[in-house]
T-cell receptor
Framework: DAKTTQPTSMDCAEGRAANLPCNHS???????VYWYRQIHSQGPQYIIH???NNETNEMASLIITEDRKSSTLILPHATLRDTAVYYC????????????????FGSGTRLSIRP | GAGVSQTPSNKVTEKGKYVELRCDPI?????LYWYRQSLGQGPEFLIY????????DSGLPNDRFFAVRPEGSVSTLKIQRTERGDSAVYLC???????????FGPGTRLTVT
């Protein structure tokens, strides 16, 4: 079972920041928070991941609360091309031949960007 | 560089037939994963290869499903005696090392009639 809880759907105006929340209250100390998204009819796309500190890359920012029980993915200037299902996932840190390297996807958040 | 590629993009087969789905991972990626996605759901893990060996096949639904990666690069997912319930999009992903971020291919849409 997925270890995260996300809203089923959200919408955001084009050009505004999209803030996607995720709860992972049972996260363990050795687990990362990962975000992927899946645009219609495409494979999932890696966005960003983090352990404790906030992270930023060219696609998004990831804000993790101090207790690590929740996080927020921020798309700073949403465009119509950001319409997708966004998956928040927790995964253990790397281990040799770890069976935990698989990704367990939940249902994700369907983000709609309105013009 | 080139991403993960999967062939065919679409496959329609009759119930009871055998199918093979191919995945070409990103060059140099040692880990390869297969997932299956039914309509309206998130992808479900099937099997994971580290090099040539299947390190975790706990997601394969039954013994009709089998996958190989003989040279540690290209992988083939094989489904025997297909059933209508096998209809789904089959996704392949690869990563530089086990546990790192995974890069997905576009998937193969399998339809069993």
């Amino acid at each position: 079972d997925a270890k995260t809880t996300q809203p089923t759907s959200m919408d955001c105006a084009e050009g505004r920041a999209a803030n996607l929340p995720c709860n992972h209250s049972t996260i363990s100390g050795n687990e990362y928070v990962y975000w992927y998204r899946q645009i219609h009819s495409q494979g999932p796309q890696y966005i960003i991941h983090g352990l404790k500190n906030n992270e930023t890359n060219e696609m998004a920012s990831l804000i993790i609360t101090e207790d690590r029980k929740s996080s927020t993915l921020i798309l700073p200037h949403a465009t119509l091309r950001d319409t997708a299902v966004y998956y928040c996932i927790v995964r253990p840190t790397r281990g040799v031949y770890s069976s935990a390297s698989k990704i367990i996807f939940g249902s994700g958040t369907r983000l709609s960007i309105r013009p | 560089g080139a991403g993960v590629s999967q062939t065919p993009s679409n496959k329609v087969t009759e119930k009871g037939k055998y199918v093979e789905l191919r995945c070409d991972p990103i060059s140099g990626h040692t880990a390869l994963y297969w997932y299956r996605q039914s309509l309206g759901q998130g992808p479900e893990f099937l099997i994971y290869f580290q090099g040539t060996g299947a390190a975790d096949d706990s997601g394969l639904p039954n013994d009709r499903f089998f996958a190989v990666r003989p040279e540690g690069s290209v992988s083939t997912l094989k489904i025997q005696r297909t059933e209508r319930g096998d209809s789904a999009v089959y996704l392949c992903a690869s990563s530089f090392q086990q546990g790192r971020e995974q890069y997905f291919g576009p998937g193969t849409r399998l339809t069993v009639t």
